[in-house]
Nanobody, 120 residues
């Protein structure tokens, strides 16, 4: 069974930094595209960043220049480095991964989320 676990969330003051991690584990052959989404209270879930297995990244305009995503394919892990945090970054952050199982099928998988709160 596939499991994605996020870590690194917490409370930080505006202007501060925080780094999130997400590890995919279970009966998996590997991971393809991975990414980060977030959902603020009362709002729709939105894309934050994506990264291909080859390392090509894409960012939402709201975080471009402040956030950096990276990955370690050998460890099936994706990271999100967040800097110059703003109160509007407050949300639950979710990890996403395209997981390749031993049947050569790609299955979209989601983590349970980690809370990031940025105070004024």
């Amino acid at each position: 069974q596939v499991q994605l676990v996020e870590s690194g969330g917490g409370l930080v003051q505006a202007g501060g930094s925080l780094t999130l991690s997400c590890v995919a584990s279970g009966s998996i052959f590997g991971t393809r595209a991975m990414g980060w989404y977030r959902q603020a209270s009362g709002k729709q879930r939105e894309l934050v960043a994506t990264i291909t297995r080859g390392g090509t990244t894409n960012y939402a305009d709201s975080v471009k220049g402040r956030f950096i995503t990276s990955r370690d394919n050998a460890k099936n892990t994706v990271y999100l480095q967040m800097a110059s945090l703003k109160p509007e970054d407050t949300a639950v952050y979710y990890c996403y991964a395209e997981v390749l199982d031993y049947g050569s099928q790609i299955r979209p998988s989601w983590g349970q989320g980690t809370q990031v709160t940025v105070s004024s």
